[in-house]
């Protein structure tokens, strides 16, 4: 079975369907997105805007900075633990920590984070020896502990309150609940899958070992606490009332949160504001957007603007070591080259 599903994906991307497919699938995303914003925004006042903002209290504003941060210092475990895996061992966790806190935010931001996160992984994990097909698969697994992490906490969230996510996406409440029976069962049998022997994906040089069943364990608990932390950050800028619990909150940041990756949109901007007015329609429009502009600026602008400066730093520290490098070698070359007529002058003078 897995030999034929191999070969209709190759058959797939050959021809060109599945890139085809994904930008059509991006378009329909962000045309309806577009839609609902413009007919969710129209009678949006400005001044309440600015108002709600005003009035969010600053203890829950830190407090939600306090779990961003919680929610990307778990996400340098996702690094960490592709390293491990891919047998880079020798790579320390503060190189890791860098590498998985720049590539993140920025690939959040820029959009196409297989490409701008892979961009900055590979300028870091260079320096310490390893390749484009190291890095490739670092990505991989690092992706793989993301979609392991989301698919738990979605199966959970939603077979437990179908309701939420049916806010999203106007299905059948029964609907969804099957669906995410279905993806708890397809989790649970990779997660057999991989205990029952080793696996791997891939040929050649671009073979992946996947993690065993324990250490999959360990990968989609990595996923559901980073995922917690940044729902826990949105539903605490979330106005007081009405109340909404944290499991709906937390399915519907989810839903949001991958729309927004499938549109390929820069940050999800659009997308996840538009999946998310709806899903919460029970608050106050303004009171809701004040909270989505906090979140986003905690989550999206602050590690931004930190992870550009601390690459820009890494940048004119490595290029200053590499000039004293240089001009060391400089150095001994000028030494070398003396150091024969030097020995001839010691000579004459003996004569």
């Known amino acids: 079975m897995l030999g034929s599903i191999r070969r209709t994906i190759a058959v797939l991307r050959e021809r060109q369907i599945l890139q085809k497919l994904g930008i059509v699938i991006s378009i329909t995303i962000i045309a309806t997105a577009c839609y609902i914003l413009y007919h969710s925004l129209q009678d949006l006042d400005f001044d309440d805007l600015m108002e709600a903002l005003r009035d969010t209290d600053r203890r829950a504003i830190a407090l939600a900075a306090l779990c961003v941060a919680a929610g990307y210092f778990t996400l340098t475990f996702y690094d960490l633990f ?7 061992a020798d790579v320390p966790y503060r190189v890791a920590a860098l590498a ?16 701008t996160g892979g961009a900055v992984r590979y300028r870091i994990y260079s320096a310490w020896g390893l390749n484009a097909v190291d890095v490739a698969k670092l990505c991989f697994v690092a992706g793989l502990t993301f979609w392991l992490g989301n698919a738990a906490v979605l199966g959970l969230g939603v077979l437990y309150h179908p309701e939420a996510a049916a806010a999203v996406d106007q299905l059948p409440p029964w609907f969804n609940r099957l669906a995410a029976i279905v993806i708890l069962v397809a989790l649970l049998g990779y997660v057999v899958w991989v205990w029952i022997k080793p696996r791997s994906v891939g040929r050649g040089t671009w073979t992946v070992v996947l993690p065993g069943g324990p250490l999959t364990l360990l990968q989609i608990a990595i996923g559901i606490i980073d995922l917690g932390f940044c729902a826990l950050a949105m539903f605490i800028l979330l106005p007081e009332e009405p109340h909404v619990g944290f499991v709906v909150v937390a399915v519907i940041f989810v839903s949001a949160t991958l729309l927004g990756f499938a549109s390929h949109s820069p940050g999800g901007l659009g997308v996840f504001d538009a999946a998310m007015l709806v899903g919460l329609w029970q608050f106050d429009k303004e009171e809701l957007l004040a909270g989505m502009l906090l979140f986003r600026v905690l989550y999206y602008l602050v590690p931004f603007i930190l992870s550009v400066t601390l ?28 150091r024969p007529s030097i020995l001839q002058d010691q000579r004459d003078g003996g004569i």
């Open 311 to 338: 690459l820009t730093l890494r940048e004119v520290i490595v290029g200053a070591r590499n000039k004293r490098v240089q001009e060391a070698l400089a150095a001994l070359d000028e030494k070398a080259k003396q």
């Open 82 to 88: 592709a390293l491990r895996t891919i047998g880079k």
């Open 100 to 115: 998985g806190f720049t590539s993140y935010s920025i690939g959040h931001n820029v959009g196409a984070s297989v490409f």
